[in-house]
């Protein structure tokens, strides 16, 4: 079975810094383009980023390119999303999906960010 796993949220201040990780199993995760999302508190899913299978293409959304940044390692089944300058708007559920450029798809359990003074 697929399994997706995230770690790495917490509460951090304004201007502070997380990175999110996801390890995956039960699938060839590294010819798998894959996704993070995430849900604002009574909203739906929002696209954050996405990254091709080999790593070498990866797309943002455009309110948060520069501030937040995908990458993976294939070799450890393993995302990952590097979120600095955090804001207050950036408090959220995040998941990791199996996915390439859209929110659908298996994701995991999520981890919490939440940024607060």
């Known amino acids: 079975d697929v399994q997706l796993v995230e770690s790495g949220g917490g509460l951090v201040p304004p201007g502070g810094s997380l990175r999110l990780s996801c390890v995956a199993s039960?699938?060839?995760?590294?010819?798998?383009?894959m996704t993070w999302v995430r849900q604002l508190p009574g909203q739906g899913l929002e696209w954050v980023a996405s990254?091709?299978?080999?790593?070498?293409?990866?797309h943002y959304d455009d309110a948060l390119k520069g501030r937040f940044t995908i990458s993976r390692d294939n070799a450890k089944n393993t995302l990952y999303l590097q979120l600095n300058d955090l804001k207050i708007e950036d408090t959220a559920m995040y998941y990791c999906?199996?996915?390439?450029?859209?929110?659908?798809?298996?994701r995991g359990q999520g981890t919490q960010v939440t940024v607060s003074a």
């Open positions: 999906v199996k996915s390439y450029l859209n929110v659908g798809g298996v």
């Open positions: 039960g699938f060839m995760f590294k010819n798998t383009g």
């Open positions: 990254i091709n299978s080999g790593g070498g293409n990866t």
